[in-house]
């Protein structure tokens, strides 16, 4: 079984049963903080993983901050 890390939070990430560590290229959601990560899974090895989207939600304000999703490649101004 693959084990992966969430990149927002750093906590295991619990596979969903349905995804196959053979070959995969998908999203998936951290349960703890609700970070949407996109990886990539080819022969039980991570190809690719990144932040989509991670929604910082603060407890008692109702604003909500949208962090840019991770890039690969940097950006050159
Ligand atoms: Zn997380």
């Known amino acids: ?5 969430c990149l927002v939070c750093e906590e295991p990430l619990q596979m969903p049963t349905y ?3 053979d070959d995969y290229d998908g999203q998936i959601v ?5 970070a949407l990560l996109h990886i990539k ?5 991570v190809k690719k993983y990144k932040i989509v989207k991670y929604e910082i ?5 109702i604003v909500q901050t ?3 999703p ?6 050159r101004l």
Do not use: A, G
Not at 30 to 34: F, G, H, I, L, Y
Not at 41 to 45: F, Q
Not at 70 to 75: A, F, I, R, T, V
């Open 1 to 5: 079984m693959v084990k992966i890390e």
């Open 19 to 21: 995804i196959d560590p």
């Open 30 to 34: 951290c349960k703890k903080c609700d």
């Open 41 to 45: 899974l080819r022969d039980s090895k």
């Open 57 to 61: 939600q603060p407890p008692d304000i």
């Open 66 to 68: 949208n962090i840019p």
């Open 70 to 75: 991770y890039s690969d490649e940097p950006k």
